[in-house]
């Protein structure tokens, strides 16, 4: 029975090993999304500026 409760763990918390790298890898990729999508923001507005001149 212990051994059994002891797999059960250890599949578990590897498959919450797993999740968190994949969460991890999901938040860093949107991470880098963003920061392109803000400097695509940034250089947007210096167009309209310079547009409105």
């Known amino acids: 029975m212990n051994e059994d409760r002891t797999a059960n ?3 578990r918390l ?3 090993e ?5 969460l991890n890898s999901t938040v860093y ?3 880098e999304r963003m920061e ?3 400097a695509a923001r940034e250089a ?3 167009h309209i500026a310079t ?3």
């Open 9 to 11: 763990i250890e599949a």
């Open 14 to 16: 590897a498959f919450q």
């Open 18 to 22: 797993d999740l968190i790298e994949e």
């Open 29 to 31: 990729k949107q991470q």
């Open 36 to 38: 392109q999508m803000e």
């Open 44 to 46: 947007l507005a210096r």
């Open 51 to 53: 547009l409105a001149e």
